[in-house]
T-cell receptor, first 114, second 112 residues
Framework: NAGVTQTPKFRILKIGQSMTLQCTQD?????MYWYRQDPGMGLKLIYY???????DKGEVPNGYNVSRSTTEDFPLRLELAAPSQTSVYFC?????????????FGPGTRLTVL | GQQLNQSPQSMFIQEGEDVSMNCTSS?????WLWYKQDPGEGPVLLIA?????ELTSNGRLTAQFGITRKDSFLNISASIPSDVGIYFC????????????FGAGTRLAVHP
């Protein structure tokens, strides 16, 4: 049982490049989330999904896209990377959206856009 | 948007000392969560609080849900080197995880 896994661990992009951050969970959770963590700031929700085929915007969705074709996978797509997207990205999952169910986080992807 | 004020921003303590940190807000929360993030890892849930006044322990960690529902604190007793990391609070306004608000974190360093 690996929990939530993310790839890559680190990535450097040039302005305007695109990339996909991968996230997989093996706990059969319905809910999955993408957060970004900027220095000195709390986690901000980018997108979330309540199940395969269903996604919704979080607090900071601009510049990102997501898809959820399977229960296990929830990739995050950056189409035109900008320096403002330099951050650490965390994927998370939970059985329901209620805080009575534990939310599990992946180890993060550190992205730098130059 | 909603904000959580978490303090202190950082602490540098000697092994064996007790630690206290807190989160405050102008909003009333239904749930308070406390997480720890080890270097290079994702946050891990430490304690969840669901009722005003609730006091919950997890080993050497104790957290309380403030009576006003606008604050929460976390205490660590007899700190050890592996307590090093960033501690985050998070509050739920009853929207669930997709509406969770996170504090900026308290960075803890423990000197052996």
């Amino acid at each position: 049982n690996a929990g939530v896994t993310q790839t890559p661990k680190f990535r450097i992009l040039k302005i305007g490049q695109s990339m996909t951050l991968q996230c997989t969970q093996d706990m059969n959770h319905n809910y999955m989330y993408w957060y970004r963590q900027d220095p000195g700031m709390g986690l901000k929700l980018i997108y979330y999904s309540v199940g395969a085929g269903i996604t919704d915007k979080g607090e900071v969705p601009n510049g990102y896209n997501v898809s959820r074709s399977t229960t296990e996978d929830f990739p995050l797509r950056l189409e035109l990377a900008a320096p403002s997207q330099t951050s650490v990205y965390f994927c998370a999952s939970s059985w329901t959206s209620r805080p009575t169910d534990t939310q599990y986080f992946g180890p993060g992807t550190r992205l730098t856009v130059l | 948007g909603q904000q959580l004020n978490q303090s202190p921003q950082s602490m540098f303590i000697q092994e064996g000392e007790d630690v206290s940190m807190n989160c405050t807000s102008s909003s009333i929360f239904n749930t308070w969560l406390w997480y720890k993030q080890d270097p290079g890892e994702g946050p891990v849930l430490l304690i969840a609080l669901y009722k005003a006044g609730e006091l919950t322990s997890n080993g050497r960690l104790t957290a309380q849900f403030g009576i006003t529902r606008k604050d929460s604190f976390l205490n660590i007793s007899a700190s050890i080197p592996s307590d090093v990391g960033i501690y985050f609070c998070a509050g739920d306004l009853s929207g669930g995880y997709n509406k969770l608000i996170f504090g900026a974190g308290t960075r803890l360093a423990v000197h052996p």
